[in-house]
């Protein structure tokens, strides 16, 4: 299993059984949705796992506290990912997600295929933007489903808009 560590955290990529708990265990259709995409995503791209399923984020102290999950919603074929994340209530405003991100962000960055790293938050969500804006993202001037797009600034300074 792959594992990605930065200095307060360890994010492990799921295992589908790991998934399918959360998937029963979730209360929140909208959730269980995109969690079952994820799912079925990781499933029919075995190669491209990374890109498809949830990353579990634990406390390198103690491994058995999950303090949230990153997941990336695939690789386009223009090389472009898109991360997603969420904390779990009580570990939020600790700068948790802001090194997950950061650390995933890296970790994606450095990986041959990927050429574009976005995101895309609620425009009233102001922890989630500064999330991406400290991991590095800043706005791309599209809005999205869900609020306006952001784009990782740091593999690359020079990012083309790509479109798809």
């Known amino acids: 299993m792959k594992v990605i560590d930065t200095e307060r955290l360890s994010i492990e990529l799921a295992s589908d059984e790991y998934m399918e708990q959360m998937i029963r265990d979730e209360k929140d259709e909208g959730l269980k949705q995109a969690y079952s995409e994820m799912l079925q995503g990781a499933k029919a791209n075995p190669n491209q796992r990374e890109w498809n399923a949830i990353w579990i984020v634990r406390l390198r102290e103690n491994p058995n506290i999950s303090v949230?999950?990153?997941?990336?919603?695939?690789?386009?074929?223009?090389?472009?990912?898109?991360?997603?994340?969420?904390?779990q209530p009580g570990f939020e405003r600790q700068g948790y997600m802001t090194e997950a991100v950061t650390g995933m962000v890296r970790w994606a960055g450095s990986q041959p295929e990927v050429r574009q790293i976005e995101a895309e938050t609620e425009s009233e969500n102001?922890?989630?933007?500064?999330?991406?804006?400290?991991?590095?993202?800043?706005?791309?001037?599209?809005?999205?489903?869900?609020?306006?797009?952001?784009?990782w600034s740091g593999k690359n300074k020079s990012f083309i808009n790509l479109t798809y």
């Open 126 to 151: 102001v922890a989630s933007r500064r999330v991406l804006q400290k991991a590095g993202f800043v706005e791309n001037g599209v809005m999205g489903e869900e609020g306006p797009r952001f784009v």
């Open 68 to 87: 949230g999950e990153i997941s990336f919603k695939g690789l386009s074929d223009l090389g472009v990912i898109e991360i997603g994340y969420g904390v």
